[in-house]
């Protein structure tokens, strides 16, 4: 057998790895990364719409799951351990996930699956990258995940680590929800409301419920996959702002560009520079449209509100990220 260096250049994989042995993985390759994840471990989730269990999971992986609070305040969800540690006299083997128990109170049960499906994945996906740290750092045995809510990705000035996190962070949810079983409940659902006469704007909030229930993810991340498959219609639905959820509504499709909304906290409603078209956003029209009536807004109006309302555009996103460092972390 003859060896030779790598050069990426070169080597065409169809996987291909990054100079610090991180996974190289397009947005299009998300769903395919996803299926591939379940067809090794739970191929059963690919042939019928379920709840994907992650402690059968971590259990088929042969990772072992403890529970352990790591932070004072909870800023760490959980550890995922390449080699066999002792941090502050307790043992921790090889293949071992550390979960914070008090996650559950933070997040819910939805925040716990997601850690330990996060968690599972860097094993499956990063164990090269991580080996080639401990090349320059022996001492190092955990990969630690830490919350910061308000950290914008800038993929310009990105570390090998950071690419790791958003590779864990973007293929998890679809871990969860895979995206033809999502799609083939979707239809089953809206067949069955449609059928028994239920409103379309009805049936967009009942379906991302169902569809949370199901798989048992939160609100928020059942309504994404139903956004992603075409249903522009979801797009208006459960939208949280200023302390109390929008009305569910809709537009004309094509009405907005990716990144534009004709939602308006509070806060951004100072900034008239952001705002393009005529002087009122949905939050207004409806507190007008009220007004005027006296009465609760029709469900037509929120139907056609688009024809009075501007656009605004998006100049930036707020994510909740987990930030991933390849350190030694000091346990309270």
């Known amino acids: ?12 994989f169809q996987r291909r790895l990054s100079d610090a042995l991180v996974p190289i993985i397009s947005k299009d390759d998300i769903d395919f990364e996803a299926e591939q994840f379940l067809c090794q471990y739970f191929p059963d989730a690919l042939m019928t719409p379920q709840f994907i269990d992650p402690l059968y999971i971590a259990e088929r992986m042969g990772l072992n799951i403890v529970y352990h609070e790591i932070s004072d305040d909870c800023s760490i969800f959980g550890q995922i351990y390449f080699h066999d540690a002792a941090i ?11 979960i914070d128990p008090r996650i559950t109170d933070e997040r819910g049960i939805g925040g716990l699956d997601i850690t330990i499906i996060h968690e599972c994945l860097h094993w499956h996906k990063h164990r090269l990258a991580f080996e080639l740290v401990c090349l320059y750092h022996p001492d190092l045995s955990n990969i630690t995940t830490s919350v ?5 990705i800038v993929t310009s000035n990105m570390t090998p680590t950071d690419w790791m996190e958003l590779q864990a962070r973007v293929i998890t949810p679809k871990i969860l ?7 083939q409940e979707i239809e089953m659902k809206q067949r069955e409301l449609s059928a028994q006469g239920v409103s379309d704007l009805d049936a967009t909030n009942l379906t991302i419920e169902y569809l949370a229930g199901y798989f048992g993810v939160s609100i928020l991340s ?5 956004v992603e ?7 208006g639905a459960f939208n949280y702002i200023d302390g109390d959820y929008v009305p569910l509504h809709r537009w004309k499709k094509g009405a907005l560009e990716t990144n534009q909304t004709y939602l308006l906290g509070l806060i ?3 900034h008239p520079p952001a705002r393009q078209g005529d002087p009122l956003c949905f939050q207004t029209f409806l507190n007008l449209s009220s007004a005027v009536s006296g009465l609760t807004v029709k469900k037509n109006v929120l139907h056609h509100f688009f024809k009075l309302c501007l656009r605004y555009w998006h ?3 707020v994510v909740i990220a987990r930030e991933r460092n390849l350190q030694p972390t000091t346990h309270g």
């Open 1 to 12: 057998m003859e060896v030779e260096p790598y050069d990426k250049k070169q080597n065409h």
């Open 88 to 98: 502050n006299g307790k043992e921790f083997k090889a293949r071992t996930i550390l």
């Open 148 to 152: 910061d809510e308000f950290r914008e």
């Open 177 to 183: 929800m895979p995206r033809k079983m999502v799609a």
């Open 222 to 226: 059942a309504k994404i996959p139903m």
């Open 229 to 235: 498959l075409g249903y522009e219609e979801a797009i």
């Open 268 to 270: 951004d409603a100072t």
């Open 315 to 317: 100049y930036s996103f």
